[in-house]
């Protein structure tokens, strides 16, 4: 299987990565408020990098605010397996010394968007 880096950037060279074992998913860089996110397209849903959105996309704002306007929002994250951390790791989007990373989906994510918009001093 081949996985292949897509999105709205376009086929990132060199970033086709071959892994084995079954893996039901495909990966790609989207751009949200300016900033290039690496997601996974698991199931028809992309899924984001909890990690990534909390270290790019809301560094200005404190971890357990974001964990509070998660938990009013009913925001849940779910672990990624083995091959979907290794491809976070191959485009980037988690350290390659993660050696665990949790997914947040594209709806959840907008939605933290919007509830996080007043607390950024950038936004």
Do not use: W
Not at 10 to 38: E, R, W
Not at 92 to 121: F, G, Q
Request: glycine content about 8%; charged content about 20%.
């Amino acid at each position: 299987m081949f996985l292949t880096c897509e999105g709205t950037l376009g086929v990132v060279p060199g970033a086709t990565m071959d892994y084995s074992g079954p893996a039901n998913f495909h990966a790609g860089y989207q751009q949200i408020q300016g900033i290039n996110l690496g997601y996974l397209q698991i199931g028809g849903t992309q899924m984001f990098a909890l990690a990534q959105v909390l270290s790019d996309l809301f560094k200005d704002i404190p971890r357990t605010t974001i964990s509070k306007k998660m938990e009013i929002l009913k925001i849940k994250s779910r672990r990624c397996d083995l091959a979907e951390l290794r491809t976070l790791k191959a485009i980037n989007s988690v350290p390659t010394r993660a050696v665990k990373c949790s997914l947040i989906s594209k709806a959840d994510l907008e939605a933290l968007c919007t509830s996080c918009k007043s607390l950024s001093p950038r936004r």
